[in-house]
């Protein structure tokens, strides 16, 4: 991933030609957007990210098609816009990843400062004290790209990424197609188990049994085991780019599809799945979320900055405002895909979406603020915060009342004739009996008494007459602890 001509394309072509070995001559080359290569006997599958299909959807979902990523920065020209959203792509996905410093070969090249800009992103390099491995590349003279591969195979052996091959093939579709001649192809990336020709395979509402299947190169293939992309012609329908794809027996996947079908028809009329302020205050209420995501658009930088550090200073007990992305130009659909996938709120300060942004926001129920005073954006999202509290109340005993006399009333039930030792009594305030010091009941004053008028509240020192609610079985001697919940 990385910013446009940064060098994606040029790595990958540098890979392959060292790495790949090329299909049969005459073979068919078929391109599938993915590939896998060899270094020093292991294999890396690439996907090739840029504007790929499946990525913007598999981030939609949330989903882990891939491991590890490798953010590509040219050295001469530093951080630019778009790697800034692939970072928050790469963390908003929780997957680890290498950066290479391209372009190496540039008089220009200055990778002390890219290394410096990533740290203002978050991203520490490991000779200053981080995580994150940086290797200085030249996608033209290949310099450091044996380098690179080893960080991607080390990162691997520290994550510990690891998958069982003798499971049944769980993967995502990465690509897929109506072929004139073939019918329905799809590009599956399997990730754990191993993919056979045969195999009954489900992804989303389509579903067939597994004719033939090819890798990168066009040949073909009788299995695909963990990380291995292929290409698989069996499918009854196209399935979704992004979509998990699992090998089950044909019966279940009967079953399943006609679920989701159903389900399906039930979700066509509402079918947001973003996320606004009110929303959030929902979920926040049943105790799911804790971080309000925002991503920041602003007219310039100084306002960017201004406003993510403003709002990343809002917080209260238990929920904190996180700025995932912040940016300068107008609000693009690629804001609203991450807003989407990281259940975020976007903030566009004297910006406005683009129309096509705009419509799939709309679609996906995903919220666009649009502001040009930062504290009304501040007092927005304080106010969001805020109302999303769980209310706490905090128990405070107001009064001791004893129990003198019972009146027993068929019509209403006892009275207590009571006196108030200490403190208060209130109408409607809660009320614990307490027999012996041992809690008997635990209600509230219904009403309350003084001689044969109704009260509102009684002082120490005088006698009322009280009736519990729920509860008539009161004795001569117990004691009404009188107490309100406060919220604080
Ligand atoms: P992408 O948009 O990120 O895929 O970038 P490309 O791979 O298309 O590269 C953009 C431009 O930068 C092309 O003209 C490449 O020839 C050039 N380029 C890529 N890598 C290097 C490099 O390591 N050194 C130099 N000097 N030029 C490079």
């Given at each position: 991933m990385g910013h446009v001509d940064h060098g994606k394309t040029s790595l990958l072509d540098a890979i392959r030609k060292t790495n790949v070995t090329l299909g049969e001559a005459g073979g068919i080359t078929q391109h599938i957007g993915a590939y896998s290569v060899d270094v020093n006997g292991r294999k890396i599958t690439f996907i090739d990210t840029p504007g790929h299909e499946a990525f913007t959807s598999m981030r939609a979902r949330g989903a882990k098609v891939t491991d590890m990523a490798i953010l590509v920065v040219a050295a001469d020209d530093g951080l630019m816009p778009q790697t800034i959203e692939a970072i928050s792509h790469i963390k908003a996905a929780g997957i680890p990843m290498v950066v290479a410093i391209n372009k190496m070969d540039r008089p220009e090249a200055n990778p002390e400062r890219v290394k410096q800009q990533l740290t203002e992103h978050d991203v520490l390099p490991e000779e200053w004290g981080g995580s994150t491995i940086c290797v200085p590349i030249s996608a033209k003279t290949g310099l450091g790209i044996d380098r690179l591969l080893e960080m991607v195979l080390l990162v691997a052996d520290m994550e510990e990424l690891t998958a069982d091959p003798t499971q049944p093939a769980a993967g995502y579709v990465i690509e897929s197609k109506i072929d004139k001649g073939r019918g329905v192809m799809a590009t599956v990336l399997v990730r754990n188990g191993t993919l056979h020709v045969g195999d009954y395979i489900l992804s989303g509402i389509s579903s067939g049994r597994i004719r033939a299947m090819m890798d990168y190169n066009g040949k073909s293939i009788k299995e695909a085991g963990p990380s291995t992309p292929a290409s698989v012609l069996g499918f009854s329908d196209v399935p979704v780019a992004g979509d998990k794809a699992y090998v089950v027996e044909e019966k279940l996947a009967k079953d399943i599809i006609y679920e989701r079908k159903t389900k399906l028809q039930e979700e066509k009329s509402n079918a947001n799945n973003g996320i606004t302020l009110e929303d959030f205050l929902k979920k926040s209420a049943d105790h799911e979320m804790k971080v309000l995501n925002i991503i920041v658009k602003a007219d310039v930088n100084g306002s960017s900055e201004a406003l993510k550090q403003t709002l990343e200073k809002i917080k209260n007990d238990e929920v904190e405002v996180k700025v995932i992305h912040a940016a300068v130009g107008g609000i693009t659909e690629g804001d609203v895909t991450l807003a989407q996938a990281s259940d975020a709120v976007i903030i566009g300060f004297n910006v406005r979406p683009e129309?096509?942004?705009?419509?799939?926001?709309?679609?996906?129920?995903?919220?666009?603020?649009?502001?040009?005073?930062?504290?009304?954006?501040?007092?927005?999202?304080?106010?969001?915060?805020?109302?999303?509290?769980?209310?706490?109340?905090?128990?405070?005993?107001?009064?001791?009342?004893?129990?003198?006399?019972?009146?027993?009333?068929?019509?209403?039930?006892?009275?207590?004739?009571?006196?108030?030792?200490?403190?208060?009594?209130?109408?409607?305030?809660?009320?614990?009996?307490?027999?012996?010091?041992?809690?008997?009941?635990?209600?509230?004053?219904?009403?309350?008494?003084?001689?044969?008028?109704?009260?509102?509240?009684?002082?120490?020192?005088?006698?009322?007459?009280?009736?519990?609610?729920?509860?008539?079985?009161?004795?001569?001697?117990?004691?009404?602890?009188?107490?309100?919940?406060?919220?604080?």
């Open positions: 129309a096509k942004a705009k419509t799939l926001a709309e679609h996906n129920g995903v919220e666009i603020k649009n502001y040009s005073v930062i504290y009304d954006a501040v007092d927005d999202v304080t106010a969001a915060i805020n109302g999303m509290l769980t209310p706490k109340f905090e128990e405070e005993i107001i009064g001791h009342v004893e129990i003198r006399h019972l009146f027993k009333i068929s019509s209403v039930g006892t009275i207590a004739g009571s006196y108030v030792q200490d403190g208060r009594v209130e109408r409607g305030a809660k009320a614990r009996v307490l027999r012996d010091n041992i809690v008997v009941a635990d209600t509230e004053i219904e009403t309350l008494q003084s001689g044969k008028d109704q009260a509102k509240e009684i002082k120490a020192g005088f006698e009322c007459g009280i009736k519990l609610r729920g509860f008539n079985d009161i004795k001569v001697d117990d004691i009404i602890e009188v107490y309100v919940m406060n919220r604080i």
